[in-house]
C-alpha cells in the first residue's frame, strides 16, 4: 500500500483554517464599514426555523431553481456538479450501475451523503454498484428522479449530520425543497447534443402552482427527458475497426412527476403532503462478441445491449402545528420504493445453443426492490431557563423505519450455464427477500451564550435489528466578531449500516475474456474466501469555518475539515483463479469456457480512511450602470484522502489491493475551481464559468504484456488536469417568454487518453475509474422558458 499523504500534508488543511482565522480578523477589521446583505432562510443542519444560510454553525450551499436552469443541465445530478466543487461523479459506471444517478460529497462514497426532501428521509435505488471503482457498494438515492421542474431550492449540508438526521449523513446532506406556490407555473422545453453529433437529448417540464382551500396550496410538476447513446470508444484490437461501441453515456428515457401540498385546519394545526412519481427506461452497449462466439444466429458479430426498466415513487402525510402546549409538533408518515427490472437483448446463451440448438436472444436476468417505509414524531420549543441570556432551543422527536430489499431470478434461459453472453441472469439461489426495522430517538439543544456567541449540541440513538446500536453526538458553534465576520465550528460522530444490498447482493459480469463475480457476503461461497459479516461504520468529523464580508458585498466563507471513517465498507476479498472459480461454483454460478481470467469478491468492512480539504466560496455583485450588472462567484474544493488500515479477511489476506486503494484514494480529484459570473443588462443575461478539475490517478490493470490480469502489479496512470467552460447567453422576448442559447464543454476538452496496455481489447481509451470529466467533448443546447 502506497500512502502518499504524510503527517504534515494531513495537517495542512486545518493549520491553513486556524492561521486564517487569527490573522485576517485584525487585517479586514478596517474595511467592515456596512451590514451584510440579507440571505436565504435555511432549513438543514438546523431545528431553527429564522436561519440564514450565513448564519447556519456548519457551511450550506442554497442553490435556487434558476441556478440549476441555467446550467444548462436537464438532470438534477449534473447540474449539481456543475456548481459544487466539493460534488462529483464519474463518466461511466459498470453493467446496470450505469443506469442509476449517484453524486458524491467530498471524495467520499454515494452512500456518505443522505438526501432529504421537504426535510424527509428519502428511499434509496435498489440498484447497486457491484464493479470496482470509487461507487463501488452504493446504492444512492437517485436525485435524478425528482424532477428539476418540482424543485424550488437546494440546500446542500456540507458537514456530518448523523446526529441530526441518521445513518448515511457521514459526508454531508442534500436537503431538496419543493415548490409551494398557489399561483403561477412554468413551461420549458429544452434540446441539444454533443459537438460529434451524438447524444441527442430533449426535454420538456411543466409546473403550475394551484390554491387549496382558502390559505393552502398544490403545486404540481412534471417532466420528460430523452438522451441518445453516445459513443467514445478506441478501436477494437480483435477486428481494427469501431464496431465496440461499450464506451459511452448510456441511452435513457425519464417520465416523473410531483406534487407538494399543504392546507390549514385552522390557525394551530397544518396538513401536508408531497409525492413523486417517475419511470426510466435505459440502454447500455456491452462488449462486442466476435463472429465465431455464435456464427449461427449473430454472422456478423454482436453488441449485447443491457435494459433497464425502472419505476420509482415516494409519498409523505403528515400534520404540524405551532401550540401543543407551547411546543411546536410535526407527525408524519413516509413511503418509498424502487423496482428495477433488469434485461438483456441482442445476446445469447451459447450454452443453451449448444444443449438445444436454439436460444433466446432477449432476456429477463434480475429485479431489485428496496422499499422503506418511515414514522417520524418531533415536537420543538424555545424555553426560558432563566440562567442563559437567551431562549434555550430544544428539539426532540422519534423515528421508526422499516426497510427491504428484494431479489428475483431472471428468467431459466438467462441463467442456464454460463448464462446469457454480458450479464448472466440470476439463479433462484441468489434470489430472496430481506428486511430489517430501526428505531431512532434525537435531542437537539441551541442557544444563545451572548449576542456574538451561540452553540448547539445534538444526540442521536438508533437501534438497528441486524446492526446493532449507535450512539452519535453534534457540537457545533459559531462566534460573530461582528456581523460580517465569524468563525464556526463543528465536531461530531457519525454512523452508517451497510445497505441490505451489500449484505445480500450476488451477480457475474462476463466480458469477452474475463468475468467477475459480486458475492453475498453472508453466502457460504463468500466465507470460502474469508468473509465475515458486515458492521456498521463508524466517522468522527471536524470543520472549522470562516465567515466573512471583507469588503461591502463581498462574502466569502471558508471551511476546513477532516472526516475519518473506521471500517469503510469496500469491495475488497478480491480472489482469482481456481479460488475464484470454485467460490462462484459453490454459489450456483456457471463460468462460460475459454476465459482469460475469473476473479470474485465481496462486500467487507476493510479499510480506515481519513478525508480531509478546505471548501472556500466567495460571491460580489459588480453595477456597471447602463453596461448592466455581474454576480461574479468563486468556489474552490481542495481534497485529499488516504487510507490508514487496511483489514485482513478471515483467511489472513488483505482485503484491498493497491489498485482498490486507488480507487478510494485517488480517484477524484484533488482540487475543482469554479470561477465565473452571471451578467444582465434588460433582457439580455450571460452566464460564464469555467471549472478546473485537478490530477487524479488510477492503478490500472495490464491488458497485454507480461503482467496481463495482474492482481498485484499494475499501471500507475494520471489523468491531466483539465479546464471546461460553459457559456449560456439568455433573451427575454416578452415578460413571460425566455429564449436562452448555450455550450458545456466550450473548447471540446477531453480526459487524458488511457496507454494502450491498460486499453481493454484497446476500446477504453479514457479512464472510467476516475471521477474527472466527461468523456463525450462538448455540448451544446436551445431552451425556452415561458412563465405563467
Known amino acids: ?50 436561519r440564514s444560510a450565513g448564519e447556519s454553525l456548519s457551511p450550506i450551499d442554497v442553490i435556487s431553481a434558476k441556478d440549476l436552469q441555467r446550467t444548462g443541465q436537464t438532470d438534477l445530478r449534473d447540474a449539481l456538479v456543475k456548481l459544487l466543487p466539493s460534488v462529483s461523479r464519474l463518466a461511466q459506471v459498470g ?13 467520499l462514497s454515494p452512500n456518505h451523503v443522505l438526501l432529504l426532501v421537504n426535510g424527509k428521509r428519502r428511499h434509496t435505488s ?31 449540508l456540507r458537514d456530518g449530520a448523523a446526529a441530526q438526521y441518521g445513518s448515511d449523513a457521514i459526508a454531508g446532506v442534500i436537503n431538496v425543497i419543493l415548490k409551494s406556490s398557489s399561483s403561477g407555473g412554468s413551461l420549458t422545453a429544452t434540446s441539444g447534443e454533443y459537438y460529434k453529433h451524438d447524444g441527442f437529448t430533449v ?52 417520465e416523473s ?26 440502454a447500455s452497449v456491452q462488449n462486442y462478441r466476435l463472429p465465431s462466439k455464435l456464427p449461427q444466429i449473430y454472422p456478423n458479430g454482436f453488441s449485447p445491449v443491457e435494459t433497464s426498466n425502472e419505476t420509482d415513487g415516494s409519498i409523505t ?28 437483448t441482442d445476446s445469447a446463451n451459447t450454452d443453451l445453443f449448444a444443449a438445444t440448438g436454439t436460444t433466446p436472444t432477449d432476456f429477463r436476468l434480475a429485479q431489485y426492490q428496496n422499499i422503506q417505509q418511515s414514522l417520524n414524531a418531533g415536537l420543538a420549543r424555545d424555553v426560558n431557563t432563566g440562567v442563559l441570556s437567551a431562549p434555550l432551543s430544544v428539539a426532540l422527536g422519534a423515528e421508526f423505519r422499516r426497510e427491504s430489499y428484494e431479489v428475483g431470478a431472471g428468467d431459466i434461459a438467462s441463467y442456464y450455464g454460463s448464462g446469457a453472453q454480458a450479464l448472466p441472469g440470476l439463479s433462484p439461489v441468489s434470489a430472496g427477500e430481506h428486511s430489517r426495522n430501526i428505531g431512532a430517538g434525537y435531542l437537539d439543544l441551541s442557544t444563545r451564550f451572548t ?43 457519525g454512523f452508517r449500516a451497510p445497505s441490505l444490498a451489500q449484505e445480500y447482493y450476488t451477480s457475474l459480469a462476463v466480458s469477452p475474456t474475463t468475468a467477475g463475480g459480486q458475492l453475498a457476503v453472508n453466502s457460504v461461497a463468500a466465507r470460502s474466501l474469508g468473509a465475515v459479516p458486515l458492521k456498521p461504520e463508524k466517522s468522527h468529523s471536524i470543520n472549522i469555518g470562516i465567515v466573512a464580508e471583507p469588503i461591502d458585498k463581498l462574502h466569502v466563507t471558508l471551511d476546513a475539515y477532516r472526516i475519518t471513517i473506521r471500517d469503510r465498507i469496500v469491495q475488497g476479498g478480491t480472489y482469482s483463479g481456481q479460488a475464484a472459480i470454485n467460490a462462484l461454483t459453490a454459489a450456483g454460478i456457471n463460468l462460460p469456457s475459454g476465459l482469460s481470467s475469473v476473479s470474485a469478491s465481496y462486500f467487507a468492512n476493510g479499510v480506515d480512511t481519513q478525508t480531509q480539504g478546505i471548501d472556500l466560496s466567495a460571491s460580489y455583485p459588480t453595477n456597471l450602470g447602463s453596461a448592466g450588472r455581474i454576480e461574479w462567484d468563486f468556489a474552490a474544493n481542495f481534497n485529499t484522502s488516504e487510507v490508514t488500515k487496511v483489514a485482513n479477511d478471515n483467511n489472513g489476506r488483505s482485503l484491498l489491493n493497491a489498485q482498490q486503494v486507488g480507487y478510494l484514494t485517488t480517484a477524484t480529484p484533488k482540487n475543482k475551481l469554479i470561477i465565473g459570473g452571471v451578467w444582465s443588462r434588460d433582457q439580455w443575461g450571460v452566464s460564464l464559468h469555467a471549472t478546473r478539475y485537478g490530477k ?33 447567453v439568455r433573451y427575454a422576448v416578452t415578460k413571460s417568454l425566455q429564449l436562452a442559447f448555450g455550450a458545456n464543454n466550450l473548447f471540446n476538452v477531453y480526459p487524458t487518453k488511457v496507454p494502450d496496455a491498460s486499453r481493454y481489447l484497446g476500446v477504453y481509451q479514457y479512464d472510467t475509474a476516475a471521477a474527472q470529466i466527461p468523456f463525450n467533448g462538448g455540448y451544446y443546447y436551445a431552451r425556452a422558458s415561458y412563465k405563467f
Open 696 to 728: 487524479t490517478e488510477t492503478e490500472a490493470t495490464f491488458y497485454s504484456g507480461p503482467n496481463i490480469y495482474s492482481t498485484t502489479v499494475f499501471n500507475h496512470i494520471e489523468n491531466a488536469p483539465k479546464t471546461l467552460v460553459d457559456l449560456e
Open 257 to 282: 412527476a410531483a406534487l407538494n401540498a399543504g392546507i390549514a385546519v385552522n390557525k394551530d394545526v397544518d396538513l401536508y403532503a408531497f409525492a413523486t412519481i417517475a419511470h426510466r427506461s435505459g
Open 203 to 254: 426535454g420538456g417540464a411543466a409546473d403550475l402552482g394551484l390554491p387549496l382551500g382558502e390559505d393552502g396550496f398544490l403545486h404540481l410538476s412534471t417532466e420528460y427527458s430523452r438522451h441518445d447513446h453516445s459513443v467514445r470508444s478506441g478501436a477494437d484490437v480483435r477486428t481494427g475497426t469501431f464496431v465496440n461501441r461499450t464506451l459511452g453515456d448510456p441511452q435513457s428515457r425519464r
Open 126 to 156: 435498489a440498484n447497486i454498484t457491484a464493479d470496482p471503482g470509487s461507487q463501488q457498494g452504493a446504492t444512492p438515492v437517485d436525485i435524478d428522479l425528482i424532477p428539476v421542474s418540482a424543485v424550488d431550492h437546494i440546500e446542500v
Open 95 to 107: 453493467d446496470a450501475a450505469n443506469l442509476t444517478s449517484a453524486l458524491t460529497l467530498r471524495g
Open 451 to 493: 449576542s456574538q456567541w451561540e452553540a448547539e449540541l445534538a444526540g442521536r440513538y438508533e437501534h438497528y435489528s441486524d446492526a446493532g446500536n449507535a450512539r452519535n453526538a453534534k457540537l457545533s458553534t459559531r462566534y460573530a466578531f461582528d456581523p460580517r465576520l465569524a468563525v464556526r465550528a463543528t465536531i461530531g460522530t
Open 317 to 344: 402525510a403528515g400534520v404540524k402545528g405551532n401550540d401543543l402546549a407551547g411546543w411546536r409538533w410535526d407527525l408524519s408518515a413516509s413511503y418509498g420504493i424502487d423496482n428495477v427490472k433488469i434485461g438483456m
Open 1 to 50: 500500500m502506497n500512502q502518499r499523504s504524510s503527517t504534515a500534508l494531513r495537517r495542512q488543511p486545518l493549520a491553513i483554517a486556524i492561521s486564517l482565522l487569527f490573522f485576517y480578523p485584525s487585517a479586514w477589521a478596517a474595511e467592515l464599514d456596512s451590514a451584510s446583505s440579507p440571505q436565504d432562510v435555511v432549513v438543514t443542519g438546523t431545528r431553527d426555523i429564522q
